[in-house]
Nanobody, 120 residues
Framework: QVQLVESGGGLVQAGGSLRLSCAAS????????MGWYRQAPGKQRELVAS???????NFAGSVKGRFTISRDDAKNTVYLQMNSLKPEDTAVYFC??????????????WGQGTQVTVSS
């Protein structure tokens, strides 16, 4: 019964910073890729950033140079550091992880989402 729980969202002025955290709990044998997605009202969910178990990262072009992603495997946690925030970054941010639990198979898990609102 794996759960992902995000924290760190909130209201911030343009140009400000936030750090999102996502902690996985439950019976976890392995975690491969982890990532952050976001979804604004009326728009599709999009990948913001991802990180592999080996530490390789990818970023959406709209956030490259402003956001960083990192992970702490000892804590089963992934972070998203967001700097120079823009109103266009306003969205619900979702944590995603590929996890092997009690099953032989890996599967994707999602957090409940955390709201990030950037005011102009």
């Amino acid at each position: 019964q794996v759960q992902l729980v995000e924290s760190g969202g909130g209201l911030v002025q343009a140009g400000g910073s936030l750090r999102l955290s996502c902690a996985a709990s439950g019976t976890i044998l392995n975690i491969n890729d982890m990532g952050w997605y976001r979804q604004a009202p009326g728009k599709q969910r999009e990948l913001v950033a991802s990180i592999t178990s080996g530490g390789s990262t990818n970023f959406a072009g709209s956030v490259k140079g402003r956001f960083t992603i990192s992970r702490d495997d000892a804590k089963n946690t992934v972070y998203l550091q967001m700097n120079s925030l823009k109103p266009e970054d306003t969205a619900v941010y979702f944590c995603n992880a590929v996890i092997r639990s009690t099953s032989f198979y890996f599967r994707e898990y999602w957090g409940q989402g955390t709201q990030v609102t950037v005011s102009s």
